[in-house]
């Protein structure tokens, strides 16, 4: 399981499975977004607006990275 938020979109991110393969992204509340991959299986959860939806600190003692760049 991995991580990811992005301080500028305010996106985290919780990639279930590491194993690359095509998703659908299937959106299930106007904030969040679950990806799902093959038989449908859950890959990833999106959450928008984290930091408005939740207390990012509370995800501890989970690691979680911050994304850099333009692409993440």
């Known amino acids: 399981m991995q991580i990811i938020y992005n301080p ?3 996106i985290l991110y919780i990639r279930l499975d590491e194993l690359k393969q095509d998703v659908i992204n299937q959106r299930v509340s106007e904030d969040v977004v679950i ?3 093959s038989e449908n299986k859950i890959v990833g959860i ?3 607006d984290a930091s ?3 207390n990012l600190k509370n995800i501890f003692p989970v ?3 911050v994304a850099m ?3 993440a």
């Open 46 to 48: 999106e959450i928008m």
């Open 52 to 54: 408005q939806r939740m």
């Open 8 to 10: 500028k979109s305010d």
């Open 35 to 37: 990806d799902m991959g």
């Open 63 to 65: 690691e979680f990275q």
């Open 69 to 71: 760049g333009a692409n």
